[in-house]
């Protein structure tokens, strides 16, 4: 005997094991959905599945929110002055399993206090060991990192530092935040030499290029570059100045491809 395709709520609540007035208020809140026949609400049976497949899915837990974030950036501020690791490392791993995205993460509660601590060490108010170990746990912390979200991915980025350019951390933080974005990425780190970009690109599928240029001169011969691939493979190349966030990078990475 097959089963009928529309049933009513008092059943469909007998189904659901609530009662029939929490079936009501499901249906008066929209999250159950049901149509009145000779004033009688009615059920489809395929929404009923829905309905509780859903409810049996545990919903995804809300994001931090901005005060809490701050906390952790200043929690997160004091492990890395002290070079205490293990407290970073809990830090992120509790905020991740909370739900905070990689962007997020990075432009909110790690990049500050490199930034305060950089600021610190310019002022004489940090020795330079202070600001190169803060640098080093943050680069395990994000190689750590691996988010593999589910869905078809936005394409194929390039991520590289741009020749002379050896700062390793911004082009980590790119790739975090881009493979949280759905790109597949090709990591090729720092200081990488614009005729091995080239090279690279003739050899591989890559749909978009990112080169970080941080320090003297670095803006002006990732300018360069970007103008070199353009012209040799056609690429379009995104040059992640200082100042610019990984936020503000996803943002124009969906719109170049």
């Given at each position: 005997?097959?089963?009928?395709?529309?049933?009513?709520?008092?059943?469909?609540?007998?189904?659901?094991?609530?009662?029939?007035?929490?079936?009501?208020?499901?249906?008066?809140?929209?999250?159950?959905?049901?149509?009145?026949?000779?004033?009688?609400?009615?059920?489809?049976?395929?929404?009923?599945?829905?309905?509780?497949?859903?409810?049996?899915?545990?919903?995804?837990?809300?994001?931090?929110?901005?005060?809490?974030?701050?906390?952790?950036?200043?929690?997160?501020?004091?492990?890395?002055f002290d070079g205490d690791e293990t407290k970073a490392r809990e830090?992120?791993?509790?905020?991740?399993?909370?739900?905070?995205?990689?962007?997020?993460?990075?432009?909110?509660?790690?990049?500050?206090?490199?930034?305060?601590?950089?600021?610190?060490?310019?002022?004489?108010?940090?020795?330079?060991?202070?600001?190169?170990?803060?640098?080093?746990?943050?680069?395990?912390?994000?190689?750590?990192?691996?988010?593999?979200?589910?869905?078809?991915?936005?394409?194929?980025?390039?991520v590289a530092g741009v020749a002379g350019d050896r700062h390793s951390?911004?082009?980590?933080?790119?790739?975090?935040a881009l493979r949280e974005d759905n790109w597949t990425v090709q990591?090729?780190?720092?200081?990488?030499?614009?005729?091995?970009?080239?090279?690279?690109?003739?050899?591989?599928?890559?749909?978009?290029?990112?080169?970080?240029?941080?320090?003297?001169?670095?803006?002006?011969?990732?300018?360069?570059?970007?103008?070199?691939?353009?012209?040799?493979?056609?690429?379009?190349?995104?040059?992640?100045?200082?100042?610019?966030?990984?936020?503000?990078?996803?943002?124009?990475?969906?719109?170049?491809?």
């Amino acid at each position: 005997m097959t089963q009928q395709s529309t049933i009513g709520l008092d059943e469909a609540a007998e189904e659901l094991g609530v009662h029939y007035q929490t079936a009501y208020r499901w249906v008066r809140a929209g999250k159950l959905a049901a149509t009145k026949v000779d004033g009688r609400y009615c059920v489809e049976r395929s929404e009923l599945d829905a309905f509780r497949e859903r409810r049996a899915t545990p919903a995804p837990p809300p994001e931090p929110s901005a005060v809490r974030l701050d906390r952790q950036r200043l929690a997160m501020g004091r492990a890395l002055f002290d070079g205490d690791e293990t407290k970073a490392r809990e830090i992120v791993a509790r905020l991740t399993s909370n739900g905070t995205s990689v962007a997020r993460l990075i432009e909110e509660v790690l990049a500050p206090p490199l930034v305060d601590i950089g600021s610190a060490w310019h002022r004489g108010e940090a020795t330079i060991f202070v600001e190169h170990r803060a640098t080093a746990i943050v680069e395990r912390i994000l190689g750590g990192l691996s988010p593999n979200p589910r869905g078809r991915r936005r394409g194929v980025v390039l991520v590289a530092g741009v020749a002379g350019d050896r700062h390793s951390l911004p082009t980590l933080m790119a790739t975090a935040a881009l493979r949280e974005d759905n790109w597949t990425v090709q990591h090729l780190g720092a200081d990488v030499p614009v005729d091995e970009l080239v090279t690279f690109i003739e050899g591989h599928r890559v749909d978009l290029v990112v080169l970080s240029a941080v320090g003297p001169g670095a803006v002006d011969r990732a300018r360069q570059a970007e103008e070199r691939v353009v012209e040799v493979n056609g690429v379009p190349v995104l040059v992640g100045e200082p100042g610019v966030s990984v936020g503000r990078l996803l943002e124009l990475a969906r719109a170049a491809v």
